[in-house]
C-alpha cells in the first residue's frame, strides 16, 4: 500500500471513529427498542396500534392485548387470533414465541414450560383484543407467572400496562 492509500485509510477511519460517539442509535438498542422492533416476527398485530396489559392475581394472572383504536376490526381479529392461538400453545407447554421475542431465559418461562400441566389455561374473546387467563394452585408457579408478566411489563415499556 502506498503513502497515499495508507493515508487516505487512515483518515477514512479517524471519520469512522470520530462519527461512533454522535450516532449509539445504530449500534445500542434498548430492550425496549429491541422487542418493539421485533415484535412483527412473533405477533401479527400493529404494536403501534395496541396495548399488552398484564395483570397479576392471587392465582396467577390475566394477560390481554387491546386495540387502542375500538373501530380497528382489522387489529382485534389479528389480536383474538393470535391470543387464540397462544393460549392453545401454553397449555402445551410451548413458550416458543416468547422466548422467540424475549430471550430463552426470559424469567418464569423454564418453570411454565416445566409446570403447564398445572396450569389451567383460557381464552376469551374481547370486544376489543382477547385475554388469556393464566390459573394454577402451584405457588411456584403463580410465581413463575408473575416473575414472566414483570418480565414483559419491563421489555414491552410503553406498549405495555399493569392492571
Not at 20 to 41: G, Y
Not at 75 to 93: K, P, S, T
Amino acid at each position: 500500500m502506498n503513502e497515499h492509500a495508507r493515508g487516505a485509510l487512515l483518515l477514512t477511519t479517524a471519520a469512522i471513529i470520530l462519527l461512533l460517539p454522535s450516532t449509539p442509535a445504530i449500534f445500542a438498542q434498548t430492550t425496549q427498542e429491541h422487542v418493539h422492533q421485533m415484535a412483527h416476527a412473533v405477533m401479527p398485530f400493529d404494536m403501534e396500534k395496541t396495548v399488552h396489559v398484564f395483570k397479576m392475581t392471587e392465582s396467577g394472572g390475566v394477560q390481554k392485548v387491546i386495540a387502542k383504536d375500538v373501530s380497528a376490526d382489522e387489529q382485534i381479529a389479528l389480536i383474538q387470533r393470535h391470543l387464540r392461538d397462544e393460549a392453545e400453545r401454553f397449555q402445551r407447554g410451548d413458550y416458543s414465541d416468547p422466548a422467540a421475542l424475549h430471550g430463552a431465559d426470559m424469567p418464569g418461562l423454564r418453570e411454565l414450560r416445566a409446570g403447564s400441566s398445572a396450569i389451567e389455561i383460557s381464552y376469551q374473546a374481547l370486544s376489543v383484543g382477547a385475554e388469556i387467563t393464566f390459573e394454577t394452585t402451584d405457588l411456584h408457579l403463580v410465581t413463575a407467572i408473575h416473575r414472566w408478566f414483570g418480565a414483559q411489563l419491563s421489555e414491552h415499556g410503553a406498549d405495555a400496562r399493569a392492571e
